[in-house]
């Protein structure tokens, strides 16, 4: 009965390899958000979907696109990992920006990626 | 743009101590706020939040009061507990888009 649940928890990859992770959230929420946290615990949001429609795209390399099949699943693909993707990724839900929408996230455990 | 400033960390305490870690604000219009913890090696756990000047928001014996006179939010705790180590993090989300923007985050320790 995990809330917003991420896979996998643990990913060691080498230079140049594809990778995903998987998000999904059972809370109802209409829009899910990807954060990165790098190496110095500074987080900053990478994406945003509201009911599977792209919101926010901050800056992020074309080498890492989002996909959501539905509004209870944002999964990130990573193409040509590069060593700076070494960090923790985080998922969130919400029930969205709208007028009067409690404003709060809720965030899954997080995906260390380590590239070597 | 809209940002959030914490106290520089570690913040030693012993348990039992009060807590204080400062927190301020630079945002357009009038954001919510929230102070998010992430205990070792785990993800990030809302603690409290207010949305409006003047609320305070509370949970678990901690406090935060949403100051706009000026643009503070510190949180506060009467006595820490050796289990309330972890990395605390300040948030804001402003009207104009929805997202969270953290400050750099504060350890604590707690010592028994």
């Known amino acids: 009965d995990t809330a917003v649940s991420q896979t996998p928890k643990y990913l060691v990859t080498q230079m140049g390899n594809d990778k995903s992770i998987k998000c999904e959230q059972n809370?109802?929420?209409?829009?899910m958000y990807w954060y990165k946290q790098d190496s110095k615990k500074f987080l900053k949001i990478m994406f945003s979907?509201?009911?599977?429609?792209?919101?926010i795209n901050e800056t992020v390399p074309n080498r890492f696109s989002p996909k959501s099949p539905d509004k209870a699943h944002l999964n990130l693909h990573i193409n040509s990992l590069e060593l700076g993707d070494s960090a923790v990724y985080f998922c969130?839900?919400?029930?969205?920006?709208?007028?009067?929408?409690?404003?709060?996230?809720?965030f899954g455990p997080g995906t260390r990626l380590t590239v070597t | 743009g809209d940002s959030v400033t914490q106290m520089e960390g570690p913040v030693t305490l012993s348990e039992e101590a009060f807590l204080t870690i400062n927190c301020t604000y630079t945002?357009?219009?009038?954001?919510?706020l929230f102070w998010y913890v992430q205990y070792p090696g785990e993800g990030l756990q809302l603690l409290l939040k207010?949305?409006?000047?003047?609320d305070k928001g509370s949970n678990k014996g901690f406090e935060a009061t949403y100051r706009k006179e000026t643009t503070s939010f510190h949180l506060e705790k009467g006595s820490v507990q050796v289990s309330d180590s972890a990395v605390y993090f300040c948030?804001?989300?402003?009207?104009?888009?929805?997202?969270?923007?953290f400050g750099t985050g504060t350890r604590l320790q707690v010592f028994p």
């Open positions: 979907y509201n009911n599977k429609e792209l919101i």
């Open positions: 969130a839900s919400s029930q969205g920006g709208g007028q009067g929408a409690p404003p709060e996230q809720y």
């Open positions: 207010a949305t409006k000047a003047d």
């Open positions: 809370l109802g929420h209409d829009t």
């Open positions: 945002a357009t219009g009038y954001p919510s």
């Open positions: 948030a804001l989300k402003s009207g104009g888009a929805d997202k969270l923007i």
